[in-house]
Nanobody, 124 residues
Framework: QVQLVESGGGLVQAGGSLRLACAAS????????MGWFRQTPGKEREFVSS????????YYTDSVKGRFTISRDNAKNAVYLQMNSLKPEDTAVYFC?????????????????WGQGIQVTVSS
């Protein structure tokens, strides 16, 4: 059974930092792009960041550029999201995702694999 499990969420004050981690099990994703999405109540899930299979290409939505950094550790079958200078508008449930395509450059808009999500709340 393939699982993506997020950790590291929580409550933080504006300007603070959090580091999300996503641990995959059940299969390796070392040849697959991975990424992060987020969702707030009443809104569609939105793309946040993606990293290619080898870790040398990254993508970010404009609102997090310069503040968030995505990385991966293929030996640990994991992907991370370092979030700095957090703002109240970053409050959301964050989802880890992985593409089903090998040697993929981007996780894409509809990845095949999803985590269950983790809450991030930024207080003002």
């Amino acid at each position: 059974q393939v699982q993506l499990v997020e950790s590291g969420g929580g409550l933080v004050q504006a300007g603070g930092s959090l580091r999300l981690a996503c641990a995959a099990s059940g299969r390796t994703f070392s040849r697959n792009a991975m990424g992060w999405f987020r969702q707030t109540p009443g809104k569609e899930r939105e793309f946040v960041s993606s990293i290619n299979w080898s870790g040398d290409s990254t993508y970010y939505t404009d609102s997090v550029k310069g503040r968030f950094t995505i990385s991966r550790d293929n030996a640990k079958n994991a992907v991370y999201l370092q979030m700095n200078s957090l703002k109240p508008e970053d409050t959301a449930v964050y989802f880890c995702a992985a593409s089903s395509f090998q040697y993929s450059a981007h996780v894409g808009p509809a990845p095949a694999f999803w985590g269950q999500g983790i809450q991030v709340t930024v207080s003002s």
